[in-house]
């Protein structure tokens, strides 16, 4: 299968493609091709005074939810960091595709090695991958509504379409959290889990769906906290 046929697949027949990535696993120019897709598209909103202001503010709500104050001088080194935003833009791609990748692929190994799967780190890497193709369909969507709406605050979290809360209280942070579209890859990744292991796809996209509602629940207790 084509790079685009993959990335087609992924979104519309999820499972079947796996399959074929089971089967064949090719996964190094997918990689390539997300990574550099997320770098771009990031780069060129950061590279606006309309993408550096958003920048700063996101920062600046970064540091307020963990209570931290943020003074003139803070702030002033906040607004230097923004004008290399393109090259923040960069290491986020990086941050957010290869690493996270790998880093779930080793989980994902270790735990059906546990589980006496008979598969190879190859093919785990590559599930991995694919599934990363709904994380990058996410960040290349977000790119033009931060410039849209000149804010980072995502607008594919529950907390912006469930309103109502005050957005200090628990609740608010919770959804806002909760992202649909990590929602979506955490679905995809348990089908992934589930072609590698021979499982029922359902059970393996639950228990991914409930670990990751339950880190993003321990999250927002810990800023709430903080705060």
């Known amino acids: 299968m084509s790079v685009s046929a993959r990335v087609l697949g992924i979104i519309r027949h999820p499972r079947q493609t796996l399959q074929e990535v089971v089967s064949q696993p090719a996964w190094l120019s997918l990689l390539v091709m997300l990574t550099l897709a997320t770098a771009a598209t990031g780069a060129l909103?950061?590279?606006?005074?309309?993408?550096?202001?958003?920048?700063?503010?996101?920062?600046?709500?970064?540091?307020?939810?963990?209570?931290?104050?943020?003074?003139?001088?803070?702030?002033?080194?906040?607004?230097?960091?923004?004008?290399?935003?393109?090259?923040?833009?960069?290491?986020?791609?990086?941050?957010?595709?290869?690493?996270?990748?790998?880093?779930?692929s080793v989980l994902m190994f270790a735990w059906l090695r546990h589980k006496s799967a008979p598969v190879s780190y190859?093919?785990?890497?590559?599930?991995?991958?694919?599934?990363?193709?709904?994380?990058?369909?996410?960040r290349v969507?977000?790119?033009?509504?931060?410039?849209?709406?000149?804010?980072?605050?995502?607008?594919?979290?529950?907390?912006?379409?469930?309103?109502?809360?005050?957005?200090?209280?628990?609740?608010?942070?919770?959804?806002?959290?909760?992202?649909?579209?990590?929602?979506?890859?955490?679905?995809?990744?348990?089908?992934?889990v589930a072609v590698l292991s021979g499982r029922r796809a359902r059970t393996c996209a639950a228990w991914l769906v409930c670990l990751y509602v339950g880190v993003a629940l321990i999250a927002a207790a810990v800023m709430a906290a903080a705060a």
């Open 141 to 192: 969507i977000a790119a033009p509504l931060v410039y849209a709406r000149e804010t980072t605050a995502s607008a594919t979290t529950m907390g912006s379409w469930v309103q109502g809360f005050d957005e200090t209280s628990p609740v608010a942070r919770f959804l806002g959290a909760i992202d649909l579209f990590t929602l979506w890859w955490a679905i995809v990744l348990g089908i992934g």
């Open 122 to 138: 190859l093919q785990v890497l590559a599930v991995a991958v694919h599934a990363g193709v709904i994380l990058a369909l996410g």
């Open 45 to 104: 909103v950061s590279a606006t005074e309309v993408g550096q202001l958003a920048l700063v503010d996101q920062w600046e709500r970064t540091a307020l939810a963990f209570g931290q104050r943020v003074d003139d001088a803070r702030y002033a080194e906040l607004q230097a960091w923004s004008r290399r935003g393109s090259a923040v833009a960069a290491v986020t791609a990086v941050a957010t595709g290869p690493a996270v990748a790998v880093a779930v």
